[in-house]
């Protein structure tokens, strides 16, 4: 059976919720919880590249209430065994995205969601990563999840982040955001040559939606 028909009978439908921006020390004495600018916010693709994203199958798009953005992948999938090239093990996507905040505003992202399917083989592993920084800023928060084999089915994690460790976009600073994922396949103690494991962010009856959502908070007046 190919990888596409395995995904297709076990309905790649699940959430997966990865990495957050962490970083010790960031100040933040405000209330919790999502409170949206009044204006709409405005984030675009600068760049998309890697294995896991070819051109053409990422998209952004904004939540109507500018608390959280998705990013679409319609081809993101890594593997290992039958029918699987030497560099399939491994894929990867980094999205360098341009944000656009209201005046007077800054944000940072409190969760994201991501959806996947796998089928790891007993003795095989999967992993998924996840880093994300603002350009030119020193602080990169990641988040690695493993998934080990035998394993058939909808993955889903969830990484949130508390109000007072979120790092905060510079106000009125523009700089980008960088969101760097990877999907990696090992064979570990099973055999490559009669099976086949796989890990994916994508499916056959439709697009794997990753949703990051946002904080705000008002900037200090000079």
Not at 62 to 85: C, E, I
Not at 115 to 137: N, T, V
Not at 163 to 182: D, M
Request: glycine share 10%; charged share 15%.
């Amino acid at each position: 059976m190919s990888r596409r028909g395995i995904i297709a009978t076990g309905g790649a439908t699940a959430a997966l919720l990865a990495s957050t921006l962490l970083a010790p020390g960031t100040a933040g004495a405000a209330p919790s919880g999502i409170v949206a600018p009044p204006d709409k916010i405005v984030i675009e693709i600068a760049t998309v590249n890697g294995s896991g994203c070819p051109a053409g199958t990422a998209a952004v798009a904004v939540a109507p209430d500018n608390t959280a953005f998705t990013v679409t992948y319609s081809d993101y999938l890594a593997q290992v065994g039958l029918g699987a090239k030497p560099t399939d093990f491994r894929k990867n996507c980094q999205l360098n995205l341009i944000v656009h905040v209201p005046h007077g505003f800054t944000y940072a992202v409190a969760s994201a969601d991501y959806r996947g399917y796998a089928h790891l083989e007993r003795g095989a592993y999967g992993i998924q990563k996840a880093s994300y920084y603002f350009q030119g800023s020193p602080d990169t928060a990641s988040r690695t999840h493993r998934f080990n084999g035998a394993y058939d089915n909808n993955w889903q994690v969830t990484d949130e982040t508390e109000w007072g460790q979120l790092v905060w976009a510079p106000c009125g600073v523009k700089r980008n955001f960088n969101i760097n994922t990877e999907l990696r396949v090992n064979a570990g103690t099973s055999d490559p040559k009669k099976t086949n494991s796989f890990i994916a962010m994508d499916s056959t009856d439709g697009d794997i939606k990753t949703i990051y959502n946002l904080a705000w908070k008002e900037c200090k007046q000079k």
